[in-house]
Every structure is written in C-alpha cells, then in structure tokens.
C-alpha cells in the first residue's frame, strides 16, 4: 500500500510495510533534504535491522524528522515527528509498525486508517 506525502519537505511515496519494525527513509531521499534543513544523523543502532530475506540493512544513521502522510486526493494530512532511520533502501519511505500507535494499519481491508 502506497501514501503520497512528506519527509522535511521533500515529496515522497510512503510504502505501508506491516512487517517492519521500524520506518526507514531512504538515503536517496535524505539526501534531497535541503543541506540547511537536513537534521543531523546519529550513529547507527546498536541491534542490527534485518531485512525480509534474512540479510542485514545497513544504516547511515537515525535522527528526528517530520513526515506528512496523506493529504492528497481527499485524504487527510497527518503530520508524525519521530526518530527515523536513514539507509540504503530502494523505496522512498517505509512505514513500520512503530508508529503503529498514529496510522492504524488495516490490511485486511486494504485501507489505511489515518
């Protein structure tokens, strides 16, 4: 399931990934983040982030950000402010099950509940 939206500005497609523990941005799209705006990154997790083949993500870093999800065709803009996780990933954002307690995934109707 995909969301249009934003993450510091920079447009982007948010792909809803119920089997991600944590939601990652990708470095591509980091790095469109203006230099001025850009946060500052944080070394890297100390537990390892697994990927669905079982083979280790490699991150950049983490640091606080601003996402908008939603807010395009009828839908509403729901703003989230949290720590996030930068790495080399071929979507643009993944959303995990960490903030669960703000968009409420349903996939058994294929809809998401913002």
């Known amino acids: 399931m995909y969301l249009k939206g934003s993450v510091?500005?920079?447009?982007?497609?948010?792909?809803?990934d119920t089997g991600?523990?944590?939601?990652?941005?990708?470095?591509?799209?980091?790095?469109?983040?203006p230099e001025e705006k850009r946060p500052r990154l944080c070394s890297g997790r100390t537990a390892p982030l697994e990927q669905a083949g079982g083979s280790l993500l490699e991150e950049s870093g983490s640091a606080m950000m601003k996402m908008v999800i939603g807010g395009s065709d009828g839908q509403?803009?729901?703003?989230?402010h949290r720590?996030?996780?930068?790495?080399?990933?071929?979507?643009?954002?993944?959303?995990?099950?960490?903030?669960?307690?703000?968009?409420?995934?349903?996939?058994?109707?294929?809809?998401?509940v913002i």
């Open 20 to 33: 991600a523990t944590r939601t990652i941005v990708s470095d591509r799209v980091f790095q469109k983040i």
């Open 8 to 16: 510091e500005g920079v447009a982007v497609w948010f792909t809803v």
């Open 76 to 80: 509403e803009a729901l703003e989230v």
């Open 83 to 112: 720590e996030i996780i930068v790495a080399d990933i071929k979507d643009d954002v993944l959303i995990g099950m960490d903030i669960g307690d703000v968009v409420d995934v349903l996939t058994s109707k294929c809809q998401v």
